[in-house]
């Protein structure tokens, strides 16, 4: 059964503490990972798509890399406004099921 | 990327009524999605709207609870019959683009 796990559930960090967040999935097999970010009281804001092991895509402060069983959210010199939840979502690539299946997400606190 | 609207943004409901949300897009899509977020689960996939059929439900899902319209490509609503406080919940409206799923800002919902 598919299946994504996100740690930690939670992170406070001081601004300018780099961290990562970390994705574990199993899928028979991926069509791709998605990274999304959450601001309280709305909706999911797309990040990323990864969509083989060892591809790497970078968007300011945040660095996402895949391998074959887990996906990481490098965030370099957070600032307060990182601060967010942070969800993950894998893609099966079996048949024509483009249903994503969700992590509980890692919410991100950053002290000024 | 697609720019989706949802109203309303919140609602507080008495139980046994229902509540119809509307979801815009700003541009033709084939397939949306609703969602179902309550506090610390994750995203939960309630159907998928597909234009000129009927809605696809996931399991624990049936259309008495949630009927489905799509009438065009561009718009669709879900409704939360008879409600109880159960139902209390961010409802979210998503659609593919490219590959990539594009979610509306939700839906805040307590019942009463």
């Known amino acids: 059964e598919d299946q994504v796990t996100q740690s930690p559930e939670a992170l406070r960090l001081q601004e300018g503490e780099s961290s990562s967040l970390n994705c574990s999935y199993t899928?028979?097999?991926?069509?791709?990972l998605f990274w999304y970010r959450q601001d309280p009281g709305k909706g999911p804001e797309f990040l990323f798509t990864l969509y083989s092991a060892g591809e790497e895509k970078e968007k300011e402060r945040l660095k996402a890399t895949l391998t074959k069983k887990e996906s990481f959210l490098h965030i370099t010199a957070p600032k307060p406004e990182d601060s967010a939840t942070y969800l993950c979502?894998?893609?099966?690539?079996?048949?024509?099921?483009?249903?994503?299946?969700w992590g509980l997400g890692t919410s991100l606190a950053v002290n000024p | 990327s697609a720019v989706i609207s949802q109203k309303p943004s919140r609602d507080i409901c008495q139980r046994g009524t229902s509540l119809t949300i509307q979801c815009q897009v700003d541009?033709?899509?084939?397939?949306m999605f609703w969602y179902r977020q309550q506090p610390g689960q994750s995203l939960t996939l309630i159907a998928t709207?597909?234009?000129?059929?009927?809605?696809?439900?996931e399991s624990g899902f049936v259309i008495d609870k949630f009927p489905i319209s799509r009438p065009n490509l561009t718009f669709s609503t879900l409704t939360v019959s008879n409600m109880s406080p159960e139902d209390s919940s961010i409802y979210l409206c998503?659609?593919?683009?490219?590959?990539?799923?594009?979610f509306g800002p939700g839906t805040r919902l307590l019942v009463l």
């Open positions: 899928v028979s097999g991926l069509r791709g």
């Open positions: 998503s659609v593919t683009n490219q590959e990539t799923q594009y």
């Open positions: 979502a894998v893609q099966d690539n079996a048949g024509n099921n483009r249903k994503l299946i």
């Open positions: 709207a597909n234009q000129g059929s009927e809605a696809t439900y």
């Open positions: 541009s033709q899509v084939t397939m």
